[in-house]
């Protein structure tokens, strides 16, 4: 009996040790499958194994690299590929584009986002270029720097950039993912978006006809806008949506907004915990209901909120979207909202442990 019960026990230490020798990257995130009636199989895959993420954000969306105090370092591709497992790469190309109906790229803004895609392609993760801050498309006031363009011609260059981009990018791995429009708003609320995205994924699909394509809601992708979105019908599609409740804690001490909110919100009461968890499962409810995946493309909290509400609230949002099933890319690396520090070179401990541990 118990030679018997010895070698039962030496039976489960060996399998243990073969399932932990054929175990994924640590940094691999198990997460419940998603809702996917409406698309492929390897569209549904691929939605799953966003995993955990990051925006490498105010780099090349900025109107020039740079002009928002930071750039896309060598070395920042080596951080976040080492660590998460989507990367999601915020570019506005309009800003680099002629300014007439065609929008022809300027090559050496398009090859500077060809160096920083293939660099992250080749460490193995999955990365996210979208078109983002198009702020005449959505009838917003130009940032600093940024080209006015004939209003006859903005949604016209917005097909046509998409046209060159897929052009240029359609013999990479599906790793590569496109994302239309970040945050559509504004003028491109309702069915101004509905109408103009199909147009837009049509150029895509002329020369990626399979490649997974993300589109997002109106009101700045916002949960509540799901049930307002009319989708192509394309069995390759992702949905993107982003989420910064409660707003007053997050977006707190932010310059530029209208009306800012004042210093000094914490994080996370019970009334703030239940509006970041009905908006995740709204957006879930409404996955489950229309059969696409999600993907939680922003979340963040900025700089001046205090650093134990930024831990905690961050934390929370990771597992109320992991536990419906919905991958994440944070709000964002090494900028005002980042997990990063430019300054120590370093990452932001507390942030880094509520997102990774």
């Known amino acids: 009996m118990i030679d018997s019960l010895r070698a039962f026990?030496?039976?489960?230490?060996?399998?243990?040790?073969?399932?932990?020798?054929?175990?994924?990257?640590?940094?691999?995130?198990?997460?419940?499958?998603?809702?996917?009636?409406?698309?492929?199989?390897?569209?549904?895959?691929?939605?799953?194994?966003?995993?955990?993420?990051?925006?490498?954000?105010?780099?090349?969306?900025?109107?020039?690299?740079?002009?928002?105090?930071?750039?896309?370092?060598?070395?920042?591709?080596d951080q976040v590929a080492s660590t998460f497992d989507t990367v999601r790469v915020p570019v506005r190309w309009s800003n680099h584009a002629a300014l007439g109906a065609d929008a022809r790229l300027d090559e050496a803004f398009a090859a500077r986002v060809d160096q920083v895609v293939d660099a992250l392609l080749a460490r193995g993760v999955y990365v996210i270029i979208d078109m983002h801050h198009y702020n005449q498309l959505s009838g917003d006031r130009l940032h600093p720097n940024e080209q006015e363009v004939d209003p006859a011609v903005m949604e016209a260059r917005l097909v046509n950039m998409w046209r060159q981009i897929a052009q240029r990018y359609k013999d990479r791995p599906p790793r590569l993912l496109f994302e239309l429009l970040n945050e559509p708003h504004g003028r491109l609320n309702g069915e101004a978006w509905n109408t103009l995205a199909p147009k837009v994924l049509a150029a895509v699909r002329a020369s990626n006809p399979d490649r997974p394509v993300l589109i997002g809601p109106g009101e700045w992708n916002s949960v509540h806008e799901l049930k307002r979105l009319r989708l192509p019908p394309d069995r390759n599609i992702i949905v993107a949506v982003h989420n910064y409740d409660p707003f007053n804690f997050t977006h707190q001490g932010v310059e530029h907004l209208a009306k800012p909110f004042p210093t000094g919100t914490t994080c996370c009461d019970a009334a703030q915990r239940k509006a970041i968890s009905d908006a995740l499962?709204?957006?879930?409810?409404?996955?489950?209901?229309?059969?696409?995946?999600?993907?939680?493309?922003?979340?963040?909290?900025?700089?001046?909120?205090d650093l134990k509400s930024r831990e905690a609230y961050t934390r929370f949002v990771r597992d109320e979207a992991e536990r419906r099933g919905i991958p994440w890319t944070f709000w964002e690396f090494a900028s005002e909202f980042g997990a990063w520090s430019p300054r120590t070179g370093q990452w932001v401990e507390p942030l880094r442990r509520a997102l990774l541990d």
């Open 9 to 77: 026990l030496l039976l489960v230490i060996s399998l243990g040790a073969t399932l932990a020798a054929a175990a994924p990257p640590a940094r691999r995130t198990a997460v419940a499958p998603p809702s996917c009636a409406a698309v492929t199989a390897q569209t549904c895959a691929t939605a799953r194994a966003l995993g955990r993420g990051i925006n490498l954000g105010n780099m090349l969306e900025a109107p020039r690299e740079g002009d928002w105090g930071v750039k896309l370092e060598p070395a920042y591709i």
């Open 281 to 305: 499962e709204t957006a879930r409810q409404w996955s489950a209901a229309s059969g696409h995946p999600l993907h939680l493309g922003e979340f963040g909290s900025y700089e001046k909120a």
